[in-house]
């Protein structure tokens, strides 16, 4: 019998943005997202970002935050990360394409002779590609695509992004689209009111092109009273229940409870043509009363380069939340630049926090100060967690005053050092040149029994992600190794090390991956709830 293939349906909302950036489209579309998987159905989310870079690899972390790092190795836009932690969907590369990646993609297929000879044009190339994508995405097995347009409504760089998706409804069937858009609803205090001029302006930027938004989502500091309901309905044509009270909340992690506050998840799945349920948001509750309410507290100082610029650091200052959320514990974070611990007397910086992370980072800024950071931790037998480069300074400073390797350093930082205990490693794959392409995605990494990070993930075999270029030079191992550094993680082949940590500590572990990359309030990342587990026991003197 000829076997019949059922194919899904699949569903579309688009979250777009208006009156300004930074309202949390991101959030919203992964509090959406949450929502959906709450109601027992499958999802992804996918980033359209309207910039011209390629991928954000090589963007600066002062304009662009974090890169986030997927599974297979993509260099994305942190909106992937958040997607990742409110929900099961696992990104991949194919989650996050930017207009340089589309217009990329047609001028190659222009070059091939692919569009046979005709005048290739924004219409309908660019959004071609822009909607071929956004359904290829949708072949995954999922019921619902979210897809996020970066940028907010009225940029220029948005427009075929925007063009695309105001196609969309019309080459699937108008039920099967949803267009959800983010606004501002801000409060004036001299008159005491919430203004919905620029909600008004905002979706009539959209209507010019063509999009009507079925759902608004208004942030605002004040819960929008049914007067100013039905005035935004009024004016935007949208249904009065479906303008939603997007409140200003303490915690990210509230914002799928306060949109479902509102009904927003049976208003999306009715307008979807789809089966209006109930979202069972039990987990949620309970890590927000852990979040709003902690039993405990904890100061972890963090040495890092870009302390003033929080967003480059998200998702491990996340991660750090999620090992409080383990712990029933508020984390409370020490930014500490690391030059200023490179100054006479920087140690009295450290001496607060109850554990110390040194975080990943590229460049030698700061690098002497965060080597002090490790030899205090070290030395106080503070908690100390290293991360990629983190890991480097950890290796470097137990080389430099344990294993007697004077001067010891990374070839990133130094061309004279005698010990270059950190380098580039000979490429595997070629002629034995020095490689100078990154290891990036995830990685297998087999782990020492009796080590802590055995105890914290309770199994030999894991998989984490990297993004870097230099390793642990080889050369070193036995003679660190008789000083007393345990290598307690090594790739399968035992020839990368992964894991380093010493036992004459209460718990000192740096990797040379990202483990931030998988936490997750839902299930926090082992080696963060058990660095902050220790930093509590520090913290309560178990360890003096
Ligand atoms: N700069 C170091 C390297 O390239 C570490 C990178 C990182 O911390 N992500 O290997």
Redesign the pocket.
């Known amino acids: 019998m000829k076997k019949r293939t059922i194919v899904k349906k699949v569903k579309y909302i688009f979250v777009t943005g208006g009156v300004l950036s930074s309202l949390g489209k991101g959030i919203a579309a992964s509090s959406i997202g949450s929502l959906l998987e709450c109601s027992d159905l499958k999802i992804t989310i996918l980033k359209l970002d309207p910039y011209i870079n390629v991928d954000p690899g090589t963007m600066n972390p002062f304009q662009h935050g974090e890169v986030y790092v997927t599974d297979d190795g993509a260099e994305t836009d942190l909106d992937l990360g958040h997607y990742e932690r409110f929900t099961n969907a696992k990104m991949r590369r194919a989650n996050n394409i930017t207009a340089g990646r589309i217009y990329h993609n047609v001028i190659q297929k222009e070059r091939k002779g692919e569009y046979l000879g005709a005048t290739v044009q924004v219409i309908p190339h660019i959004t071609d590609e822009i909607k071929n994508h956004i359904r290829s995405v949708g072949k995954s097995g999922v019921d619902v695509v979210i897809c996020e347009i970066g940028g907010t409504v009225g940029d220029i760089e948005s427009l075929p992004f925007l063009e695309a998706i105001r196609q969309f409804r019309f080459d699937v069937k108008p039920k099967d689209v949803l267009y959800v858009h983010l606004t501002l609803v801000p409060y004036i205090k001299t008159s005491d009111e919430l203004k919905t001029k620029p909600t008004q302006h905002s979706v009539q930027k959209l209507r010019e092109i063509g999009i009507q938004p079925d759902v608004l989502l208004c942030r605002t500091e004040r819960k929008l009273s049914n007067s100013i309901k039905e005035k935004i309905a009024l004016f935007c044509s949208v249904e009065e229940t479906s303008v939603i009270t997007a409140m200003d909340v303490a915690s990210i992690y509230e914002v799928p409870l306060s949109l479902e506050k509102e009904g927003l998840c049976k208003i999306i799945l009715k307008k979807l043509g789809m089966k209006p349920t109930q979202p069972n948001l039990e987990r949620w509750q309970t890590i927000n009363q852990i979040l709003i309410k902690p039993e405990k507290e904890v100061r972890i100082g963090i040495v890092g380069k870009y302390v003033d610029l929080k967003e480059s650091y998200k998702s491990l200052t996340e991660a750090l939340i999620h090992g409080g959320v383990g712990n029933n514990a508020r984390v409370i974070f020490n930014w500490i630049d690391a030059e200023d611990l490179e100054k006479e007397n920087g140690q009295v910086l450290l001496a607060k926090s109850d554990g110390i992370l040194v975080?990943?980072?590229?460049?030698d800024r700061g690098i002497e100060g965060k080597i002090n950071a490790v030899q205090y931790s070290r030395e106080k037998k503070v908690p100390f967690f290293g991360?990629?480069?983190?890991m480097?300074c950890a290796a470097i400073e137990f080389a430099r005053h344990v294993a007697n390797l004077k001067n010891a350093n990374s070839s990133?930082f130094s061309k004279t050092s005698p010990y270059l205990v950190?380098d580039l490693l000979p490429d595997q794959d070629s002629t034995g040149d020095k490689g100078g392409t990154?290891r990036l995605g995830e990685y297998p990494c087999q782990l020492r029994k009796n080590s802590n990070a055995y105890k914290a993930y309770g199994k030999r075999e894991i998989e984490e992600r990297h993004?870097?270029?230099?390793?642990f030079n080889n050369m070193y191992r036995i003679q660190m190794e008789e000083a007393g550094l345990v290598f307690s993680g090594l790739s399968p082949n035992g020839n990368l090390v992964e894991i380093i940590e010493l036992t004459d500590h209460p718990w000192f572990l740096a990797g040379q991956f990202?483990p931030e990359f998988k936490s997750s309030p839902m299930i926090p990342h082992p080696l963060f709830r058990d660095f902050v587990s220790s930093s509590l026991k520090y913290k309560n003197n178990n360890y003096k």
């Open positions: 975080p990943g980072g590229f460049g991360i990629c480069l983190g480097h990133e950190i990154m993004r870097h270029r230099y390793e990202h």
